[in-house]
């Protein structure tokens, strides 16, 4: 079973369980999802679909933030827990340790010497972490270590 049937039928036993709230976050999903293939005028592979759910959270993670600064606890709730269904669905997550270890070796491979060069490294990175380590974090790394030290 791929992927975007895994989610499909995961909305199938949310519903019967009459649990809105990961019922709600999975059609979502399926509609990102949807609307994706669309665009693309064709089907999504199991990498573009995790970059769905990917998006997902970090329009969650956004929204909580919102919720928080506004004072709307009980909103900023349903959106963590949206965001643990959507979690169930990413490839465990990449250490501390094992994205600094991928962060160097790809500024050795790309022979990266400075900022300038950063797009360079992401791209090098995200082919190798594959939706096992969020975007921020990465990019966080990666301007950690090309730094020029004083």
Not at 29 to 39: F, T, V
Not at 49 to 55: A, E, F, H, M, P
């Amino acid at each position: 079973m791929n992927l975007a049937e895994r989610i499909r039928a995961d909305l199938v036993v949310a519903l019967k369980a009459k649990n809105l709230v990961s019922g709600n976050a999975l059609r979502m999903l399926i509609s990102s999802i949807k609307n994706a293939e669309i665009e693309k005028r064709g089907t999504l592979t199991e990498e573009e679909i995790l970059g769905q759910v990917q998006k997902g959270i970090r329009i969650r993670r956004e929204a909580i933030e919102g919720f928080t600064k506004g004072g709307r606890t009980e909103m900023a709730d349903k959106e963590r827990s949206e965001i643990k269904t959507l979690e169930i669905y990413l490839p465990a997550q990449l250490s501390e340790a094992e994205l600094e270890a991928l962060v160097a070796a790809a500024i050795s491979e790309t022979g990266a010497t400075g900022p300038a060069d950063m797009g360079k490294v992401m791209k090098a990175v995200k082919e190798k972490t594959a939706g096992r380590a969020e975007g921020a974090k990465v990019s966080e790394c990666v301007r950690r270590q090309l730094k020029p030290s004083a």
